[in-house]
């Protein structure tokens, strides 16, 4: 395929008058063509006035026809071949087996589950109250409440994956699976990537009778692209993988909107790590094994890294805590994604390096000098020192962890109470420990929205069941998930409809249940016709 570096405006490739700028292979700094052109308001604004016209034809496309219209984006990002994969590993230099053929499955796993989802019903979560003519003092309604979707959606795309959490990631997915049409901000990290998958998506639309403003990819490096997407009036609701700092623009730009829009961001998480003295006592060589593999795993490049560990100072964590050091200081160093994150990376090592009370361990592998290289790292301190430089439980992200020693059980505990909100959390220990130490579960699930047992936090699982998501700063909305088919709530609103004609009601909300989807009727789950 011959990449053109365009922007695609509803399925159309248009050529922009603005700047522009290139990918960039980060294990060899090579500049990698085309040179990518940087959307214009004017193309902003047609991406998101074509995606409201295209609104109300895709709403009322049957489930049928948008699940075969998700499927189909799978069908066609698997008939792209090696060549997305090759073009993918040029621009972020992850390795093609061991993780970008598992991250297209994934990619094309994931709209398989919501095609399914749409396909079934059920979670358009349909309520019926039926009506009660004869009830005193006061007759009661006919009332039937259902999910339809918002409009239009902004998604941007992350820059850690470039294909489950990109183009046709999670957050377009779950957007296009609700009904909603998807405006794409590409991420500069990986263009050529974005563009293949976003030209697949085109042919899938346009193959299966989709409107086609039901999805449009603009580029950018400048903040103003997304501040524009995020401020258009007709944008209804925004998601988003990244920063805090980025994250936290967004969310303040539609906060200020004179229609405020959520914005369903997944930012920041240090994914603490509670290790409970049974564990040690069993296993403290084979945690320390875990814990680097899982602080190292794609080079640290994951927002369920575990950046932090606590345990009780005592013989059997110090133990954990040397051979951690010992693991992470022969760990090889590494490529990163591309030069921005080796920067903050680099920086965020370095002011955590220089806090008195703090001892750092970095890989004896030396760092190319002007290369992406990431060294992994673990800071070692204890909990007077942790509690007093908030830095020391911020996200560096990357391949670092910090590992804190409690005098006691007291101040293990208050350390988890004065966490802020996180993705996950993890405890090691046995049935014991978890029954001694019931009130740091209890304390812990009001900080994440994932509990871990005698696990690691890195590799999500993308089921219904996953809850990717937690209290802020990780993400803007506790009650929400980015991974996961309960990720499709987002881009979806209630409506009730009360004392209709059954012709004029959602299919799902008639007394014939035509599609055989769950219904809550009258206060109980039912696939069954109701009102006869």
């Known amino acids: 395929m011959q990449l053109h570096g365009q922007n695609i405006i509803a399925g159309q490739s248009q050529a922009g008058a603005g700047s522009t700028f290139n990918g960039l292979n980060p294990a060899t700094s090579a500049v990698l063509e085309p040179a990518y052109q940087e959307a214009s308001t004017e193309q902003i604004n047609a991406a998101v006035e074509a995606a409201a016209a295209a609104f109300d034809a895709y709403r009322h ?13 799978a069908d066609e990002i698997l008939a792209l071949g090696d060549e997305l994969l090759q073009r993918a590993h040029a621009e972020t230099a992850l390795p093609l087996e061991a993780r970008l053929m598992g991250e297209r499955g994934r ?14 019903g059920s ?3 349909a309520r019926i109250d039926l009506a009660q003519p004869e009830r005193a003092p006061l007759p009661k309604p006919d009332i039937r409440r259902m999910l339809i979707p918002m409009g239009p959606v902004a998604v941007f795309a992350a820059s850690n994956f470039p294909l489950a959490f990109s183009v046709a990631g999670g957050d377009a997915a779950s957007a296009l699976a609700a009904g909603c049409p998807v405006v794409l901000k590409a991420h500069p990290a990986h263009p050529g990537t974005s563009e293949i998958v976003a030209r697949a998506i085109a042919t899938a639309a346009e193959a299966t009778g989709m409107p086609a403003g039901v999805f449009s990819l603009v580029h950018g490096t400048s903040h103003e692209v997304g501040s524009t997407l995020v401020k258009h009036p007709l944008i209804k609701a925004v998601g988003f993988t990244g920063s805090l700092r980025g994250g ?9 909107r004179p229609e405020p829009i959520p914005v369903y961001a997944e930012m920041g998480s240090i994914n603490p790590v509670f290790i409970l003295p049974g564990a040690l006592r069993e296993r403290s060589a084979a945690l320390a094994e875990g814990m680097k593999n899982s602080v190292t795993q794609g080079v640290g490049q994951f927002c369920t890294c575990p950046g932090l560990a606590v345990g009780l100072s005592d013989e059997s964590f110090t133990n954990f805590s040397d051979k951690l050091n010992e693991l992470m200081a022969d760990a090889p160093t590494a490529t990163m994604l591309y030069p921005a994150i080796a920067k903050s990376f680099s920086d965020g090592v370095r002011k955590l390096a220089h806090l008195e009370g703090v001892k750092t361990t970095q890989a004896k592998q030396t760092a190319e000098f002007g290369k992406t290289h990431a060294s992994p790292t673990v800071f070692t301190t204890d909990a007077a020192t942790f509690n007093a430089h908030h830095e020391l439980s911020e996200e560096v992200f990357g391949p670092a ?10 101040q293990l505990e208050s350390i988890a109470r004065n966490l802020e909100g996180h993705l996950t959390a993890t405890i090691h220990g046995t049935p014991e420990d978890l029954k001694e130490y019931v009130t740091l579960v209890e304390i812990l699930a009001t900080k994440a929205g994932r ?3 005698n696990g690691y936090p890195t590799g999500v699982e993308v089921c219904p069941s996953m809850q990717h998501g937690g209290p802020y700063p990780a993400t803007t909305d506790v009650r929400t998930t980015s991974v996961g088919t309960a990720a499709i709530a987002r881009f979806a609103r209630p409506v009730a409809y009360q004392g209709f004609p059954q012709a004029a009601l959602p299919v799902e909300l008639r007394n014939e249940n035509a599609r055989g989807v769950w219904r809550l009727v009258d206060g109980a789950m039912s696939q069954a016709n109701c009102g006869e």
């Open 61 to 73: 496309k049957s489930a049928d026809e948008r699940a075969a219209f998700l499927e189909r984006i």
């Open 401 to 410: 962890t910090v590992v804190v020693a409690c005098d006691d059980r007291a």
């Open 107 to 120: 990619t094309m796993g994931q709209l398989k589950q919501f095609a399914a989802l749409v396909r079934e």
């Open 123 to 125: 979670w358009v979560e």
């Open 248 to 256: 936290r623009a967004l969310f303040d730009a539609a906060a200020a």
């Open 451 to 453: 509990l871990i047992f």
